[in-house]
């Protein structure tokens, strides 16, 4: 009787205290935070999660969240052409989000658009984005599109901001 305990004066089985502190965690544990990666590593199946935000998205089309985490599964599931429209709709929403400018670099890259991916890394940085990754995948972009000068520079910018092993592999990258 580990769930209820029993009243001794009037008799009466009662819930007892930690059973109903184990059942609230639960619950809140399992209540869905929109801040929050849906997909966490191992977590769910990705088409089921498709599933959760193209629902989520019949009642609140205008959710960005929800519309950037479904680009990103677009993207694990190799759907990039639908990833691209997918991210855009985030865009036309919000044109001031440095993850959004970011994620279509990324997916404009693997679809060989370089020049596109440029502009798309290039809005990320200036709306504040300045991680390794940036500017490796910006340098990138630059030489592949066929501008070496470019990506010089972009590597230097990175050398600057983080004078890493990594920033100087990039940099010797470049030069070659």
């Known amino acids: 009787m580990f769930l209820k305990s029993i009243n001794q004066r009037t008799g009466q089985a009662k819930w007892h205290p ?6 609230t965690l ?6 869905p935070r ?5 997909l966490e ?8 999660v498709l599933e959760y935000l193209n629902d989520v998205l019949a009642t609140d089309p ?9 680009a990103q599964i677009q993207i694990e599931q190799g759907e ?9 709709k985030a865009l036309k929403i919000d044109f001031t989000n440095k993850d959004y400018f970011f994620l279509r670099g990324k997916i404009t890259a693997s679809l060989n658009e370089y020049e596109e991916s440029v502009l798309a890394f290039k809005k990320a940085e200036a709306l504040g984005n300045n ?9 990138k972009s630059y030489l592949a599109a066929g501008r070496p000068y470019e990506s010089r520079e972009v590597v230097n ?4 901001l983080d004078d890493c092993s990594e920033a100087h592999t990039l940099a010797g990258e470049t030069l070659l």
């Open 18 to 23: 930690s059973f109903l502190f184990c059942l």
């Open 26 to 31: 639960c619950i809140t544990a399992c209540v």
């Open 34 to 38: 929109s801040n929050h990666p849906f």
């Open 41 to 48: 590593e191992g977590s769910a199946d990705a088409s089921e």
């Open 62 to 70: 205008d959710n960005n969240n929800a519309i950037y985490q479904k």
């Open 80 to 88: 990039l052409a639908s990833a691209l429209e997918t991210i855009d």
């Open 131 to 139: 991680s390794y990754e940036l500017y490796e995948l910006l340098s």
């Open 157 to 160: 910018r990175l050398l600057i």
